[in-house]
């Protein structure tokens, strides 16, 4: 099952993709809008182009677990694209994403790719959606290890 993960900003939407399997994202885009209702449409295209089946969007919850401002503008957001797309959208926290993104190409650039600084920020989106989407779908996984071998 193809799954879209999201990593929305008012400014760069982050977008990661899944394999047909559903077992690995990869990073895919950013999107560089004026608001996160700029991207509905774009986002809308890219599902349909790329078979997409199922989304995932970042919730950012803050560090208490509350929610604020920005949680509820996600799911707010996040209610638009279900309605607009009829496929399901799934809330996931993000808490860290970015944080682990940047990690991951902080590591790449050890690892001999060239990055500036300026790359580096607009790819960090696409990453940190693709933590987002991976960590969404190892749980799935396990999940479903679990049921079939309850053993493990």
Partial sequence: MRTLGIDLGSRRVGLALSDAGG??????????????????????????????????????????????????EAMAWAAQLRLRSQKPVLMVDERLSTFEAE???????????????????????AVAAAVLLQAFLDGRAAAIERAEHPDV
């Fill in 23 to 72: 077992k690995l994202a990869s990073p895919l885009e950013v999107l560089e809008v004026h608001s996160a209702d700029a991207a509905l449409d774009p986002v809308l295209r890219t599902m349909a182009a790329e078979g997409v089946e199922r989304v995932v969007v970042g919730l950012p919850l803050n560090m208490d677990d509350s929610i604020g401002p920005a949680a509820r």
């Fill in 103 to 125: 990690q991951t190409l902080n590591e790449r650039r050890q690892g001999g790719e060239n990055l500036t600084r300026k790359k580096k920020k607009k790819r960090l989106d």
